[in-house]
C-alpha cells in the first residue's frame, strides 16, 4: 500500500507560521523530488516549492521565496513545508506531489491535501 500524506495544516492568524510534512508509507522518498502546490477557492493549482531527491537543490515561487522552506528528512520519510510571515492570500488547500525531478511535467503521485486558513 503506497501512501502520501500532508498533515499540520489549521487555522492561524496573519504573521504567524506553520509548518507541513508530507510523509509516505509503503515506499521510500530517497529516490524522489518532492513538490508542494497550494490551490485556493476558484483558483488553479500552483507550484510553490519543491527539493531534490537529495535535498541538494531546492526552488521556490515567487509569491513564497523567502517566507517559505522546504526540507526533507529521509530518515523519517518526510519533507517539510516551514510557513512563516503567514498572509490571508496564504489560504489554501495544500498538497504535496512525488516527482522524478523538480518539473512540474515529472510529477507522477499526489497526496489529498491539508487545508490552510490565514485569518484574523
Known amino acids: 500500500q503506497v501512501q502520501l500524506v500532508e498533515s499540520g495544516g489549521g487555522l492561524v492568524q496573519p504573521g504567524g507560521s506553520l509548518r507541513l510534512s508530507c510523509s509516505a508509507s509503503?515506499?521510500?522518498?530517497?529516490?524522489?523530488?518532492i513538490g508542494w502546490f497550494r490551490q485556493a477557492p476558484g483558483k488553479e493549482r500552483e507550484g510553490i516549492s519543491c527539493?531534490?531527491?537529495?535535498?541538494?537543490?531546492?526552488n521556490y515561487a515567487d509569491s513564497v521565496r523567502g517566507r517559505f522552506t522546504i526540507s526533507r528528512d529521509n530518515a523519517k520519510n518526510t519533507v517539510y513545508l516551514q510557513m512563516n510571515s503567514l498572509k490571508s492570500e496564504d489560504t489554501a488547500v495544500y498538497y504535496c506531489?512525488?516527482?522524478?525531478?523538480?518539473?512540474?511535467?515529472?510529477?507522477?503521485?499526489w497526496g489529498k491535501g491539508t487545508l490552510v486558513t490565514v485569518s484574523s
Open positions: 506531489a512525488l516527482a522524478t525531478k523538480c518539473e512540474r511535467r515529472a510529477v507522477e503521485y
Open positions: 509503503g515506499f521510500t522518498l530517497d529516490y524522489y523530488a
Open positions: 527539493i531534490s531527491s537529495s535535498g541538494g537543490s531546492t
